[in-house]
């Protein structure tokens, strides 16, 4: 089975710019993650998606950050307008509804660096 | 805030020695804990999970919730098993949404 895709898998815009991640989870996973790698820091969570809606947003770091998940299929994460501290690496993870011991499927991730 | 302590950011070692990577957690209940490992160029994936009490590759990883630890142990370490391994911790009452460390990079060398 194709694993969960992320693009791009670098991208580097100037403060101030918009820039979207997109992720595309595995087929028939409901359940689709964003979290956020800072330079030294944790893996932070962002949010959670079931199918189409919000489950847990509670990890958004604040207004500039939107996710998406129209259809239940892929989700974008938009900033806008970026900052520097915005810069780290994003990763999408996906996994099967109602299986709590269901593992999570991580993409490559993306690679933001805002200048 | 629960909070997931790995304290080592780098651990070498030979190979054929045994390896423990740290791991200790901070919430008072019952915990959900997870390994997580990246070899280097791939993509970040589940090691093992304490509820299963498996072995993976090798590795063990025992709940002590005495000590609030979940250490990640090998007895015979591997060239191949050089990556970063991530603790992690399901948030409680919270989907599936999962809290890590910030990570040990593990290098076994010859």
């Known amino acids: 089975e194709a694993g969960v895709t992320q693009f791009p898998s670098h991208s580097v815009i100037e403060k101030g710019q918009t820039v979207t991640l997109r992720c595309d989870p595995i087929?028939?996973?409901?359940?689709l993650y964003w979290y956020r790698r800072v330079m030294g820091k944790e893996i932070k969570f962002l949010l959670h998606?079931?199918?189409?809606?919000?489950?847990?947003e509670s990890g958004m770091p604040n207004n500039r950050f939107l996710a998406e998940r129209t259809g239940g299929t892929y989700s974008t994460l938009k900033v806008q307008p970026a900052e520097l501290e915005d810069s780290g690496v994003y990763f999408c993870?996906?996994?099967?509804?109602?299986?709590?011991?269901?593992?999570?499927?991580f993409g490559n991730g993306t690679r933001l660096t805002v200048t | 805030a629960q909070r997931v302590t790995q304290p080592e950011k780098l651990l070498s070692v030979f190979k054929g020695a045994p390896v423990e990577l740290k791991c200790n957690y901070s919430?008072?209940?019952?915990?959900?804990l997870f390994w997580y490992v990246q070899y280097s160029r791939q993509r970040l994936q589940l090691l093992l999970r304490h509820i299963s009490r498996e072995s993976i590759k090798g590795f063990t990883a025992d709940l002590n919730k005495g000590e609030t630890s979940f250490h990640l142990k090998k007895p015979f370490a591997q060239e191949e098993d050089s990556a970063m391994y991530y603790c992690?911790?399901?948030?409680?009452?919270?989907?599936?949404?999962?809290?890590f460390g910030k990570g040990t990079s593990l290098l076994v060398t010859p």
């Open positions: 993870a996906s996994s099967q509804i109602g299986a709590g011991n269901s593992p999570l499927h």
């Open positions: 087929s028939g996973h409901d359940n």
């Open positions: 992690a911790q399901k948030y409680p009452n919270s989907g599936y949404a999962l809290n």
């Open positions: 919430y008072s209940g019952s915990p959900e």
């Open positions: 998606f079931v199918k189409e809606s919000k489950q847990d």
